[in-house]
C-alpha cells in the first residue's frame, strides 16, 4: 500500500511518520524545498518531542520530496495535510487544499483514495470530489474520504499513535475498506485505537464539533474566572470543586490568559463564519470568540490598573508561544500583550525557552531577547508571566525578589501556589484568584 503525504506541518509530517512506522511505504511531499532538504538530512523542521527520534528510525520507509510528477503518479491513498488558514472575513481559506487536487488531477494514473485531513468546511469533500472527478484526465475513479485530525502540539506523535479516536468519513465501501485497512495496525495492541465511521460530512463536522467545544470549554471557565474576581471567589477552588462530576470533569478548566495556536481560533472562526452562511448563527461559538479576544490582554489591563502611568516602563514577559513544548507562537495572548505594551512605549525584554526566534520575526528590534530568564528579569519594574513552560513554574519566589528592581508579577497562567507567594515581600496579581499585595501594602487594583 503506497501512501503519500501531502503537506509536512504538525499533521502531515507527523502522519506520515507514524505510517511509516508501522512499514508503509510513505512518500511526504511539500513545495517547501528547505524544509524538504532538512527532513532528508534527518532533522526535523517543528519542534515536537520524540519526533526526529522516530523520523530516524522509520527513514527507509518514507522519502521527503519537492518532485510532484512522480510522487503523485501511483500512490493508493493520497493524504491531504496542507493548511486552512483564515481569509479576513474569518472563512477557511482552501487555496492550499487546491493547489494538492490540481496536482492529482494532472499527475495520478489509477484509481486512488485521496483522504483530507485538513480542517475544512462542513461539504467541503464532496466538493473536492466533484471538482476533480470532473477534471481528472485519466479514466479512474478517486474516492474522497473525510479524515479529521485531533492531535496536539507538544504531543503530536502520541496523540497519532495512541489517537483518543480515529474518524472516517467516507461514502462508498471500498474508500471505507482502504482506510480500514492502512488504519488495522493502529487497532492493535499497545495503540487500541477505537475507530468511528460515518459519512463524510459528519466526519467533517467532528472536528469542528470537537475543537470548537474546547474552546468554548475554556473561554466559559475564563468568564466564571473573571467572575470569581469580582466575587471575591477562588477559579482554582471552583475548579476543583466542578471537577468531581465526571460529566464536566478535568481537563481544559484552566484558567487564564485564553486560547491561541494554528486551530481553535481560526476553527471557531470558520464554524461561526459558516453558520452565518446558513442564516443561523452559532450563539455560543460567537460569544466563545468574542470573550477570547478580551480574555488575552486582560494582564494588561490587570497591569495597566496597577501602575496607572506605564509610560516608559521597563518589563519582562517570560513564555511566548502559545502553550508550553511548542515554538509555535500563532495567535499566542503574548503577541496581543506585547503590541498594547509597545503602544504605551513600554521597555519590554522577553524569555522563551524555543519561541524567541519566532517572535523575532514579528518584533525585530522593537523590543529586547534574552538567553535565560535571569538576564529578562533583571532590574525590571514588573514581569509578565505568558506560558507556563516548566521552567518557569518552577522559579523560586526568592528568585524574582533578588534580581529584579521591584518584585511584580503578573501571571496570566496561574504558574504559582497562592499559599506559597503569600509568604514573600511580592506583589502578585494572577487570574480569578486574589491579588497579593505584600510590597505595596495599600494597592488596589
Ligand atoms: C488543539 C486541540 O486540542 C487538538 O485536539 C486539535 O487537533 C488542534 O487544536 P493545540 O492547538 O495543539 O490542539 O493546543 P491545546 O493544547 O488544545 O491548547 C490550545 C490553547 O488553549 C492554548 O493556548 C492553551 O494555553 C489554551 N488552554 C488549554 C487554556 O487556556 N486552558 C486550558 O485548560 C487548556
Request: proline share 3%; charged share 25%; glycine share 4%.
Amino acid at each position: 500500500m503506497k501512501i503519500l503525504i501531502t503537506g509536512t506541518g504538525y499533521v502531515g509530517l507527523v502522519t506520515g511518520i507514524a505510517f511509516a512506522n508501522f512499514g508503509f511505504d510513505v512518500t511526504c511531499y511539500d513545495i517547501d524545498k528547505d524544509k524538504i532538504q532538512l527532513l532528508k538530512n534527518d532533522k526535523c523542521p517543528i519542534y515536537e518531542k520524540d519526533l526526529e527520534k522516530y523520523m530516524i528510525k522509520c527513514k527507509n520507509n518514507i522519502i521527503y520530496t519537492t518532485d510532484f510528477k512522480n510522487s503523485f503518479k501511483n500512490p493508493d491513498v493520497i493524504f491531504i495535510c496542507v493548511g486552512t488558514p483564515e481569509n479576513n472575513d474569518g472563512s477557511a481559506n482552501l487555496k492550499f487544499v487546491y493547489e494538492i487536487c490540481d496536482k492529482i488531477i494532472e499527475n495520478v494514473n489509477n484509481d486512488c483514495v485521496v483522504v483530507i485531513k485538513s480542517t475544512v468546511p462542513i461539504g467541503t469533500n464532496d466538493i473536492i470530489e466533484k471538482f476533480i472527478q470532473d477534471r481528472i484526465k485519466n479514466k479512474i475513479k478517486i474516492y474522497v474520504v473525510s479524515n479529521p485530525e485531533f492531535l496536539s502540539q507538544g504531543t503530536a506523535l502520541k496523540n497519532t499513535l495512541n489517537a483518543s479516536r480515529i474518524i472516517i468519513g467516507a461514502n462508498e465501501k471500498y474508500a471505507k475498506d482502504i482506510m480500514l485497512k492502512i488504519y488495522k495496525p493502529f487497532t492493535k495492541n499497545p495503540y487500541n485505537v477505537p475507530i468511528i465511521t460515518m459519512d463524510r460530512k459528519s466526519a467533517e463536522m467532528v472536528k469542528y464539533a470537537s475543537n470548537d467545544f474546547l474552546a468554548l470549554k475554556i473561554s466559559y471557565i475564563n468568564e466564571i474566572s473573571n467572575f470569581c474576581e469580582l466575587v471575591g471567589a477562588n477559579i482554582e477552588d471552583v475548579t476543583l470543586g466542578m471537577s468531581y462530576d465526571d460529566r464536566i470533569g478535568k481537563k481544559f478548566l484552566n484558567s487564564g490568559i485564553g486560547y491561541g495556536g494554528s486551530c481553535f481560533p481560526k476553527d471557531t472562526k470558520a464554524l461561526h463564519w459558516l453558520s452565518k452562511d446558513y442564516n443561523s448563527e452559532l450563539k455560543t461559538i460567537k460569544a466563545c470568540i468574542d470573550v477570547n479576544k478580551k480574555q488575552k490582554t486582560k494582564i494588561f489591563d490587570k497591569f495597566n490598573k496597577y501602575f496607572k502611568k506605564i509610560n516608559n516602563r521597563n518589563v519582562a514577559i517570560l513564555g511566548l508561544t502559545f502553550k508550553p513544548e511548542t515554538d509555535d507562537i500563532r495567535e499566542a495572548p503574548s503577541i496581543d500583550n506585547i503590541k498594547l505594551l509597545l503602544k504605551n512605549n513600554c521597555k519590554i525584554t522577553v524569555f522563551d525557552p524555543v519561541g524567541i526566534n519566532n517572535i523575532k520575526k514579528i518584533f525585530k528590534d522593537k523590543i529586547n531577547y534574552a538567553s535565560s530568564i535571569k538576564e529578562c528579569i533583571k532590574n525590571k519594574e514588573a514581569v509578565f508571566i505568558m506560558t507556563e513552560w516548566e521552567i518557569i513554574k518552577n522559579l523560586d519566589i526568592n528568585f524574582f525578589i533578588k534580581h529584579m528592581k521591584f518584585p511584580i508579577i503578573f501571571d496570566g497562567r496561574n504558574c504559582f501556589d497562592l499559599l506559597l507567594v503569600k509568604k514573600y515581600k511580592v506583589d502578585y496579581i494572577s487570574m480569578g484568584r486574589e491579588n497579593i499585595f505584600n510590597l505595596n501594602k495599600n494597592k488596589e487594583i
